[in-house]
């Protein structure tokens, strides 16, 4: 149990915000796994700093965002490759590299940004529950991820909903 908040539960009594803000505060190891409705997340962290993320969401699979960034400034050549070559599920980024289209370099960066996409659409959606797991040793090296940042711009979203929403008196009215 880290000291704040159980083990598991669901959000009935806090927001996810103030835990993941406990867990980078108490430099927590481990990971958070969250669930909705129809999938899951994992947000891991290592002495606090994020160093890992997972989603079952279509929009946050890695393969998913590298398509959307690789593709469209592939040569028709390399299209055509493509489409006649299988790999193996979630290494579409590993098969890129390994044919020299994107650097490893590349792949990290667009880690970084599946993370980034993990993270903020955990702040953005509510889950329906969590569990909590500890870990000594780090599985994975710390993302260079602001989540300071990532929590900010979340609640500042958030506000803007809630600012926008009140000013309208009913929103069932077309105007």
């Known amino acids: ?12 009594q806090f927001i996810l915000h103030e835990v993941i803000l406990h867990l980078v505060e108490t430099r927590f190891s481990g990971g958070i796994d969250l669930q909705y409705e129809e999938y899951s997340r994992i947000l891991r962290f290592d002495k606090g700093s994020p160093c890992a993320a997972s989603s079952a969401a279509e929009e946050e699979q890695i393969d ?7 593709e469209p400034n ?17 290494k579409y980024g590993k098969f890129l590299v390994d044919t020299g289209i994107i650097s490893s370099s590349d792949l990290l960066d667009y880690n970084r ?23 000594e040793e780090a599985k994975h090296n710390p993302l260079n991820l602001n989540i300071m940042e990532i929590l900010r ?13 009140s000013k309208l008196d009913d929103l069932e009215i077309n105007y």
Request: aromatic share 8%.
């Open 1 to 12: 149990m880290i000291s704040k908040f159980p083990d598991s539960g669901d959000f009935s």
């Open 64 to 70: 998913t965002i590298i398509k959307a960034e690789v």
């Open 74 to 90: 592939l040569s028709e050549e390399q299209k055509q490759e493509l489409s006649t070559v299988e790999y193996a599920e979630d």
């Open 113 to 135: 940004v599946q993370a980034k996409a993990i993270f903020t659409g955990a702040l953005r959606e509510i889950p329906y529950s969590y569990s909590i797991s500890e870990s």
């Open 153 to 165: 711009n979340s609640i500042i979203n958030d506000l803007q909903d809630v600012e926008v929403t």
